[in-house]
Nanobody, 125 residues
């Protein structure tokens, strides 16, 4: 099964940018649905951005216009470009994957995904 490793987290001031990476152990394009989740202390895990096997993105409302999900198939890597960061974006960010397609209403349900990375911390002050 696919293995995922996130990187790119860190501390940044409000209004700044970060790019998260999620390196996969195999090519996920056209085979997996991919997603970025985040979880802040004391809060539930929240789906942030997803991409289907054809590369079509979906965003949660709070990040639309600020975050961009993309993938580099040659590098087997999923990205999350985060701009105009806000303190409320502070969280542990996880990438996850699931084989095939997901129904739209399941895209941001954590139970839809069987493969997870270890997470990378993003702190915005």
């Amino acid at each position: 099964h696919v293995q995922l490793v996130e990187s790119g987290g860190g501390s940044v001031q409000a209004g700044g940018s970060l790019r998260l990476s999620c390196a996969a152990s195999e090519n996920t394009y056209s085979s997996y649905s991919m997603v970025w989740f985040r979880q802040a202390p004391g809060k539930e895990r929240e789906g942030v951005a997803a991409i289907d096997p054809e590369g079509n993105p979906t965003y949660t409302d709070s990040v639309k216009g600020r975050f961009t999900i993309s993938q580099d198939n040659a590098k087997n890597t999923l990205y999350l470009q985060m701009n105009s960061l806000k303190p409320e974006d502070t969280a542990m960010y996880y990438c996850a994957a699931e084989r095939g397609w997901l129904l739209q209403h399941r895209v941001f349900a954590s139970l839809s995904y069987n493969y997870w990375g270890q997470g990378t911390q993003v702190t915005v002050s």
